[in-house]
């Protein structure tokens, strides 16, 4: 029997966190085919529709079905624009460990969703679903990843040296790879004492629901 999450949403004050729908894929399209998503990520490119209706309709929700993870859409409460993705994967069920990565649409950034979307996963994951390690990586030249990291509560572990491979732009306007190494995260639920309170000090939201 695979051990699965529920088909969750969380929400918080300014998002709501929900699965993929149909009507997602073209700010989807839009969103991987940004330049940073490019750089950091190992999204095909271009990233074309197809490839945002196969993850809409099977990667994403297999994802969870098949036991790895869970993929999440980030949307504004209010407008329901589509500001990012939360992605589990790799989940342990025996150790209750899972990882995390995320992306930010290019129009949200700046506003701390990642951080807020980020912090609501890892409250649910360790206050509803009994969780002990939620884990992340990343790119040594990704400062604003490190940043929400860092806001979250995360302890940087060490460095994994070599283990990846980025994408830059060169003048010509050709992408190509470079090697990199990867900074290693990790949050308990200790962790995560205070953080809220100081999230919320500074002006972001601290509320976390989810049915």
Not at 43 to 59: F, G, K, Q, S
Not at 78 to 90: E, F, K, S, Y
Request: with cysteine; proline share 4%.
């Amino acid at each position: 029997m695979t051990t699965t999450f529920p088909d969750v949403s969380i929400n918080t004050e300014r998002l709501v966190l929900r699965p993929y729908e149909e009507a997602d894929i073209p700010a989807f399209v839009e969103m991987m085919n940004d330049e940073l998503v490019t750089a950091w990520t190992t999204v095909p490119h271009p990233y074309t529709r197809a490839h945002a209706e196969d993850w809409v309709r099977r990667i994403a929700p297999a994802e969870r079905t098949e036991g790895r993870g869970i993929v999440l859409a980030v949307t504004e409460f209010l407008t329901q624009r589509l500001v990012g993705t939360v992605h589990l994967h790799d989940t342990d069920w025996r150790v209750r460990s899972t990882e995390v990565a995320y992306v930010t649409a290019p129009w949200a950034r700046g506003e701390g969703y990642a951080t807020e979307s980020v912090l609501a996963t890892a409250q649910w994951l360790f206050r509803d679903r009994g969780f002990e390690r939620l884990q992340l990586r990343t790119a040594a030249d990704n400062t604003a990843s490190q940043q929400v990291a860092q806001k979250i509560g995360c302890i940087s572990e060490g460095v994994l040296r070599n283990a990846w491979i980025a994408r830059s732009l060169t003048e010509s306007g050709e992408w190509t790879d470079i090697r990199t190494d990867l900074i290693l995260w990790g949050l308990l639920p200790e962790d995560l004492d205070g953080v809220a309170d100081h999230m919320a000090e500074a002006g972001y939201s601290s509320y976390t629901d989810w049915s």
